[in-house]
């Protein structure tokens, strides 16, 4: 859906006019011209409104350059929960996915396709109305601020993102009264993701000895929130990220991505490309899972890189608690102090407006560990 039809048919226009076709090549030459309009009027002005920075490049200011090597994440078939003679075996891969990885897929999740494709359906239709619409009007009557785009505390290159969102928090309160097809269908896949983050919960909290209350308890679904994700086509692919490298703020992330590729994490202090899997569901770590696990299992910085010819699209379920919760390891000793996740992500919010990025959990270790990443990193 989301493969680049444009730069396909200019090819396909170019090949049709070799063999003399000349009149349908127009046609298609055409059909593409006014698509690529309507697409064009879609599109956030990025050049428009952070075009200081691109003036103030570097001649040659590219993103790393080192060639990224393609992975498969760890794959785990849910279904196999259902059998007794299997199940354990499948929690435990869950287990050492996130230990290790901080990241894995999942197929047989329980969330029937056809729900996910009318979901594609509308966030495709939903991102290609022109752009000042979306900017002016409220995505199903939402209140607060759903639409975003850019990066509006960028002060270079680097901390900017070439991408739109519409992030839609899931409180009933959000909810006009009217139904809508967009949001019939966010009500469904929402729902469903949440039985399955609650179900994923459950098994990495048993890795802990813990039975997963609290988390649930304090993650209800009218905390958690839903991102529609579109990255347009990015004619300096190489100078700008389609996401800038973070670690997400939440307990967990549930993410349906399309075909096309972009999601890349660091491991092992490389950056990997994720091979895209169609069919699967990706599920990564996020800081509080961190924090809540002593570090057991690992929130891992990722990026999504941006194209020069194909658009791409995603969407993300993060399982948040309220601000009030408090994050707090039952191990000891803790790496990390007790803070509310309100604090946290009003210290991230902070970082970001003064820095230009998160700093992210290195600001909540527990004293002890603070003072040995000091000396770490000032030796005497």
């Known amino acids: ?101 901080g990241f894995f897929q999942i197929v047989n999740h329980g969330i029937p396709n056809c ?10 239709r939903v991102f290609r109305q022109p752009f000042k619409k979306k900017a002016d009007e409220k995505f199903l009557g939402s209140l607060g601020d759903s639409y975003r785009w850019g990066a509006p505390t960028a002060t270079s290159l680097k901390q900017l993102s070439w991408l739109e969102a519409y992030h839609i928090p899931l409180s009933s309160a959000t909810y006009p009264v009217t139904t809508s097809p967009s949001r019939c269908v966010i009500e469904e896949l929402s729902s469903a993701m949440s039985r399955l983050a609650d179900r994923l919960i459950g098994i990495l909290a048993e890795g802990l000895g813990c039975d997963g209350s609290y988390i649930k308890e304090n993650c209800k679904r009218n905390t958690c929130y839903l991102r529609l994700n579109r990255y347009p086509p990015c004619p300096v692919a190489g100078e700008v990220f ?31 490309s994720v091979r895209p899997n169609p069919g699967t569901l990706i599920i990564n770590v996020g800081d509080l899972f961190q924090a809540w696990s002593n570090g057991l299992y690992k929130s891992v910085e ?24 408090m994050i707090e390891s039952s191990a000891q000793p803790a790496i990390y ?44």
């Open 115 to 124: 729900v996910l494709d009318r979901l594609r359906e509308e966030q495709v």
């Open 302 to 325: 990722h990026r999504v890189m941006s194209n020069p010819h194909l658009e791409r699209f995603s969407v993300a379920y993060f399982v948040c608690p309220s601000k009030e919760t």
């Open 242 to 272: 389609g996401l800038v490298p973070h670690t997400d703020s939440d307990f967990l992330t549930v993410l349906c991505q399309d075909n096309v590729i972009g999601l890349q994490l660091k491991k092992g202090g490389r950056w990997i």
């Open 1 to 101: 859906m989301s493969e680049g039809p444009p730069f396909c048919e200019l090819k396909e226009a170019e090949r049709m006019e070799a063999l003399g076709i000349v009149s349908e090549a127009q046609e298609l030459r055409q059909s593409h011209a006014d698509r690529s309009a309507t697409m064009i009027d879609s599109n956030p002005p990025f050049f428009a409104a952070y075009g200081s920075l691109f003036h103030s490049r570097p001649a040659a200011g590219t993103h790393e350059a080192e060639a990224v090597e393609e992975c498969d994440l760890p794959l785990v078939d849910l279904s196999r929960l259902s059998d007794k003679l299997q199940a354990e075996q499948c929690k435990r891969e869950i287990v050492t996915a996130a230990s290790v990885w």
């Open 337 to 380: 102090r007790k803070f509310s996740f309100g604090e946290y992500r009003q210290q991230v919010q902070q970082d970001v407006t003064l820095l230009g990025y998160k700093v992210g959990l290195t600001r909540f270790l527990s004293s002890c560990r603070r003072k040995k990443h000091t000396n770490a990193q000032f030796p005497p």
